[in-house]
């Protein structure tokens, strides 16, 4: 197992989002640009933070780099992240 594996198994990752969701009624929440996610990763304070989703839809985090986050639901947003 590698070093990035080992932090993210260790990673707690905690989601908000901070403006208001357009959903289908009943549909899941999806992230749009502009929305913010805060990411807190343990005992990494300089990973941890609030990201805000940028205008192509993507979520620009120091580990992941470039992760595409809309068009999908926040379960999933959440697990790509973990």
Avoid: C
Avoid at 35 to 50: A, T, Y
Avoid at 52 to 62: I, S
Wanted: net charge positive.
């Amino acid at each position: 197992m590698t070093i990035t594996q080992k932090f993210l198994l260790a990673a707690a990752l905690l989601f908000g989002v901070s403006a208001a969701k357009a959903q289908s009624p009943g549909g899941p929440q999806t992230l749009n640009p502009g929305d913010q996610i805060r990411i807190v990763v343990w005992r990494n304070p300089e990973l941890s933070g609030d990201f805000t989703v940028a205008a192509n839809g993507t979520l620009n985090h120091p580990l992941y780099r470039e992760i595409q986050v809309t068009g999908i639901p926040l379960t999933a947003v959440e697990e790509r992240l973990r």
